[in-house]
């Protein structure tokens, strides 16, 4: 017995000096004998089809960047592809030789904004006889349905044709509310149907701009216009989220509309014809995406889309993080879905030609929507990092400078005004790319949140730009809900990166990646905003 203890108590005594002594020399002949066998090439296949989606992403960039440059140069403006005339008076037919519009605006809880918005949707100019206002009020709270319900009341004393509608679920969200909203008997009598989020403002001539298109243009099934963001200079997160939404309207949306008549519908500030929609199947709450669901559904059918970039709608961009985040989780998430969904059909579909097959399925989703997600942060925020602890594999300078360099340059050419920005820019997108390669993954394998739908908090800025002066500058500072825990540990990971770069590294990214780690900490912790200047 006394014999046992006393081996027992030596090999403990034993191990506790291992442990104290040569624990770090066992973590290294472990990591040696891991590293060759198995890290090394891992790494360089995560390498390779990483620079292979760089690849892809770089040549989806230039095509685009060459065709809105031959677009600019032939001055191929939409009034000289389409025919567009205004709309004339007769004096025999009288108002009914105008279409019978319908302007739908769903909205669920917006305290803030709903006057603006049923104001800005009754001050459109059009016949008053041949408009009808559509109020489609989701709300939960009792107090803000009858805010909303006083409002519609309010305009309807004045002769405006509005109808306030309600419904005694939320089954679809948005999608569901639209939907009902279709199915009323006064729709039958409208040709078109023009639809506004709650917080986006429409400049009254927004319909003599847009429905003359649909008039004289029998295969244009929508038109979409512009958003034009009114509280961007609020803080650094608005010009950050103005950068890649610029560049979305200003390239994205014109290419598709000059080359293949087809982009996705961006859920509000469009028209389109009630006919298309209703062909198309009308509007499905499969995916959190409906807008971007309609519009393929509609383009398989052979109705062709128009973007008008110089008719812009006034709108507000999310102004904190935990709203930003609801908001990209839904629009990463549900364009995956939709690819998995819809892939097969689009490629069986025998009215739309093979090039607008590919360009739909490789470009638009798959290069868009899936692979500049996950390899921004595969690449960036995992696989770089990586090779400054695995020196055996290398990342060429194309892959790992140029082809970043050009990719982002190209994109800071929407917004030209924010070109000093664009290091914040990166490190943001960097961040945020995380929260939207886990949304695409669950988007792609119909995991659990995949048809979550939280509502974008709307803080009524649009109120405070109106007067056209420039929005207060302001410090605010928040701890989220809750802490991230996944940019927590990529956080961690990259600094770990950086500390083993600075003590046996030899590619010296060590100040790259302790700025990227410190932008993953800001993001774990829920940081809301700073000071920017208004130029």
């Not at 302001?474 to 996944?486: C, V």
Request: glycine share 6%; proline share 4%; net charge positive.
């Amino acid at each position: 017995m006394g014999f046992a203890c006393f081996c027992v108590g030596f090999q403990m005594e034993a191990f506790q000096g291992t442990t104290r002594g040569d624990i770090s020399s066992q973590v290294g002949l472990v990591w040696s004998q891991v590293k060759e066998p198995v890290m090394v090439p891992l790494l360089r296949v995560a390498v390779f089809l990483c620079l292979a989606m760089s690849l892809m992403m770089l040549m989806e960039r230039v095509y685009m960047g060459l065709v809105i440059c031959l677009v600019k140069l032939f001055g191929r403006r939409p009034e000289k592809r389409y025919k567009w005339e205004p709309l004339k008076e007769d004096v025999e037919l009288g108002n009914s030789i105008y279409p019978m519009v319908l302007v739908q605006v769903p909205m669920y809880n917006e305290r803030e904004v709903y006057q603006l918005s049923i104001g800005a949707a009754c001050g459109l100019s059009w016949p008053s006889d041949r408009i009808i206002i559509q109020i489609l009020d989701d709300s939960t709270d009792p107090s803000i349905k009858e805010m909303v319900q006083m409002e519609c009341s309010r305009w309807a004393s004045k002769g405006v044709n509005i109808k306030y509608e309600v419904r005694d679920n939320r089954n679809g969200y948005k999608a569901g509310a639209l939907k009902e909203g279709m199915k009323r008997s006064y729709v039958k009598q409208c040709d078109y149907v023009a639809i506004f989020d709650a917080d986006f403002q429409p400049e009254p001539d927004f319909l003599w701009r847009t429905v003359p298109f649909l008039v004289n243009n029998p295969e244009l099934g929508l038109v979409q216009a512009r958003w034009k963001f009114v509280n961007a200079n609020e803080c650094l997160m608005t010009r950050m989220q103005e950068m890649s939404l610029d560049y979305h309207f200003t390239v994205e949306q014109e290419v598709g509309s000059s080359t293949y008549a087809f982009f996705g519908f961006n859920g509000t500030a469009g028209v389109w014809r009630i006919s298309a929609l209703n062909e198309a199947g009308g509007w499905k709450d499969r995916t959190t995406v409906e807008d971007m669901d309609l519009a393929v559904r509609a383009s398989l059918k052979g109705w062709k889309f128009l973007y008008l970039a110089n008719l812009k709608v006034k709108n507000e961009l999310p102004s904190t993080l935990k709203a930003y985040r609801y908001q990209q989780h839904r629009w990463s998430c549900g364009p995956a879905n939709l690819f998995r969904k819809m892939v097969m059909e689009i490629m069986r579909n025998k009215k739309v030609s093979l090039w607008k097959k590919i360009y739909v399925v490789y470009s638009f989703f798959f290069v868009r929507k899936v692979v500049a997600h996950i390899n921004t942060f595969v690449f960036y925020c995992i696989v770089l990092p990586a090779t400054v602890v695995v020196p055996e594999v290398v990342v060429p300078k194309w892959g790992a400078v140029y082809i970043p360099s050009i990719i982002t340059l190209l994109n800071a050419v929407g917004t030209p005004r924010s070109l000093h920005l664009l290091v914040f820019w990166i490190l943001f997108e960097n961040t945020m790319s995380l929260h939207r390669t886990k949304a695409t993954i669950i988007g792609l394998l119909e995991a659990s949140r995949v048809n979550e739908w939280i509502v974008t908090e709307k803080l009524g800025d649009a109120l405070k730009g109106k007067g056209g002066g420039k929005a207060p500058k302001k410090i605010r500072f928040r701890i989220g809900d809750r802490i991230h825990m996944l940019e927590l540990l990529v956080g961690f990971y990259l600094f770990f990166c950086g500390c083993y770069d600075v003590m046996f590294g030899k590619n010296r990214f060590y100040i790259f990646l302790y700025i990227q780690s410190i932008a993953f900490f800001i993001m774990a912790f829920g940081y809301v905003g700073t000071i920017v200047p208004n130029s």
